[in-house]
């Protein structure tokens, strides 16, 4: 549900129905997003997904495959027009999380940005970024980790040999920090200082969903998102 609501607002803003928004988003089950172009059987742990009833969902975004837990991650979309997102896609992926890196900051934590698409503590990983672009419109979200189970991430993800050492360390493991290790804030106030920075020049407005937005997105989700076709086709 939550990838055909990105959908349906990345197309309002792509046809300029939509202001420039920022979105949270929370999860109801434990599930692994892969990324557009990524093969199913190369990513997941199928009969241990299935036992343990993990959704898999093939994002409308490129980038790797995550592993995300109902409270324990932090999610946001945001949905700009083309014109307000640098063309060079690695400053575009900086840009857009600076607000997420100086909020985590402010918090105590020990945030940066890392190339091509990271959010990183010295201790190893907090979140991913991936972007959709089309005409007018931009889609970026970013998951960042706020108390991750990373074992169970490593029971449903095939993290092969060659990927971890490609980043130089002794594990995927070690690869992933946590929010929670390094400040003491709920997740509530996290997302909150997260808001408060992303809004601290810009005129802010809160509102929810359309029915129509809901409904488009009900029925794309049905259609699209649900089905093997979509998640399991490379």
Same mark, same amino acid.
Request: glycine fraction near 4%; charged fraction near 35%; charge should be negative.
């Given at each position: 549900?939550?990838?055909?609501?990105?959908?349906v607002l990345t197309e309002k803003m792509n046809e300029?129905?939509?202001?420039?928004?920022?979105?949270?988003?929370?999860?109801?089950?434990?599930?692994?997003?892969?990324?557009?172009?990524?093969?199913?059987?190369?990513?997941?742990?199928?009969?241990?997904?299935?036992?343990?009833?993990?959704?898999?969902?093939?994002?409308?975004?490129?980038?790797?495959?995550?592993?995300?837990?109902?409270?324990?991650?932090?999610?946001?979309?945001?949905?700009?027009?083309?014109?307000?997102?640098?063309? /060079?896609? =690695? #400053?575009?992926?900086?840009? +857009?999380?600076?607000?997420?890196? *100086?909020?985590?900051?402010? @918090?105590?934590?020990?945030?940066?940005?890392?190339?091509?698409?990271?959010?990183?503590?010295?201790?190893?990983?907090?979140?991913?970024?991936?972007?959709?672009?089309?005409?007018?419109?931009?889609?970026?979200?970013?998951?960042?980790?706020?108390?991750?189970?990373?074992?169970?991430?490593?029971?449903?993800?095939?993290?092969?040999?060659?990927?971890?050492?490609?980043?130089?360390?002794?594990?995927?493991?070690?690869?992933?920090?946590?929010?929670?290790?390094?400040?003491?804030?709920?997740?509530?106030?996290?997302?909150?200082?997260?808001?408060?920075?992303?809004?601290? /020049?810009? =005129? #802010?407005?809160?509102?929810? +969903?359309?029915?129509?937005?809901? *409904?488009?997105?009900?029925? @794309?989700?049905?259609?699209?998102?649900?089905?093997?076709?979509?998640?399991?086709?490379?």
């Amino acid at each position: 549900m939550h990838h055909a609501i990105d959908e349906v607002l990345t197309e309002k803003m792509n046809e300029g129905e939509l202001r420039p928004t920022l979105r949270f988003w929370y999860r109801k089950n434990p599930s692994v997003p892969m990324g557009r172009f990524q093969a199913y059987e190369d990513e997941v742990e199928h009969d241990y997904a299935k036992e343990k009833d993990i959704e898999v969902v093939r994002r409308v975004t490129g980038g790797g495959a995550m592993f995300c837990e109902p409270g324990n991650v932090i999610t946001y979309s945001i949905y700009l027009p083309v014109d307000e997102v640098h063309d /060079d896609i =690695e #400053r575009s992926y900086q840009e +857009l999380d600076s607000f997420a890196v *100086e909020a985590l900051k402010s @918090l105590g934590v020990d945030a940066s940005y890392a190339p091509m698409n990271d959010i990183e503590h010295p201790d190893g990983k907090l979140g991913g970024a991936a972007q959709l672009r089309k005409d007018n419109a931009v889609l970026h979200h970013t998951t960042m980790s706020y108390d991750l189970d990373t074992a169970e991430m490593l029971r449903v993800l095939r993290i092969g040999k060659e990927k971890v050492s490609d980043k130089a360390v002794k594990s995927a493991e070690q690869r992933v920090s946590r929010i929670s290790d390094h400040a003491d804030h709920s997740r509530e106030e996290v997302i909150e200082a997260l808001i408060e920075k992303f809004t601290e /020049d810009k =005129e #802010r407005e809160e509102s929810s +969903l359309t029915d129509e937005e809901l *409904e488009e997105a009900r029925e @794309l989700a049905e259609k699209k998102f649900s089905t093997d076709e979509w998640n399991r086709k490379l």
